[in-house]
């Protein structure tokens, strides 16, 4: 196994801007709000909003809105008491930091994206469709890199009988590495299938944190399904999402163990995708996007550090 087969890295994302959004033929379903017009109960709106909370705060972006009140010619952003804000529209859902919503379409689904960072990892969540392409092109049409993912697998296939036997499943995570896209580049993702969604789409710079992770790495999962019996005993099930949490050690070299640590500390209370593993057969223990929570590292040689940290991924 070489070296970038064997590294840990985190991928401080570049944080979503309207503006990096220069097409997609996602279609929202609500109008624009307007001035002037008058909405009943129930009715939703689009409109331009800046969020006062979580990864996206102070970041404006479209919103969808539900009027909380009959006859209602109020501004969503002036009177909340009026209106409740739903949650991001459709076209831009897939770049929030909520794994729960998703960006949908009827048919494939095509978005261009100029991040306008340098960007060396692309990774996608809550994917459904039939595969996935991610083009990097240059600001002159030039194509430095493409490549096409399935996203139809059997990876129940082992032996002869499931062979035969194992179901086709739906791969829901994605990740591109290494990508070389520069600033004034474009990113092109093309989502095939007649009905296709996307959580989250997450690019950023690789950061190398160190050699890892080590035999042990676990996976675990936060469960938020409500299965309390009744007084009787029964109980009835509901289905809630989840949260996956992870637990990550590796080796850092003496040399690396400050900028491991001043990564880690920029980092505190910042979202981020981690990346334990380029094996695909790792994808969905080991890639993870969500908060970097508490850091430990012993150093039991000179010559290097053992760190590790729980990852705390996102609903």
Known sequence: MNRGECITWVVPPVRFQQSQLLSTNATNQEPMWLMGTTYALGDRVLRQATPSTGWMKGVPMLRVFESLVASNTADPTAEPAKWKDIGPANSVAMFTSRLAE??????DLNVVVSPGAVVTCCAFFG????????????????????????????PGVTDWLT?????????????????????????????????????????????????????????AMDNYTSSDPDEFGYVDPITRDYAPRNN????????????????LIALRGTPCLLVGSRDPDYITALVNFGLVR???MPIPRATHADMSFEFKGFV
């Open 102 to 107: 998703q960006t949908m379409r009827d048919g």
């Open 248 to 263: 990550i050690t590796f080796r850092v070299d003496k040399a690396r163990i400050n900028a491991t640590l001043n990564t």
């Open 294 to 296: 508490d850091p430990s």
């Open 127 to 154: 994917l459904v469709g039939d595969s996935i392409t991610l083009t990097v092109r240059t600001a002159a049409g030039d194509v430095r890199s493409t490549e096409t993912k399935p996203l139809i697998g059997r």
């Open 163 to 219: 062979f035969f036997l194992a179901p086709y499943e739906q791969i829901t995570q994605a990740l591109f590495i290494p990508l070389t896209c520069l600033p004034g580049d474009k990113l092109e993702v093309t989502i095939a299938g007649p009905a296709v969604a996307c959580s989250r789409m997450s690019y950023g710079q690789m950061v190398d944190l160190g050699w890892g992770p080590d035999y042990g790495a676990t996976w």
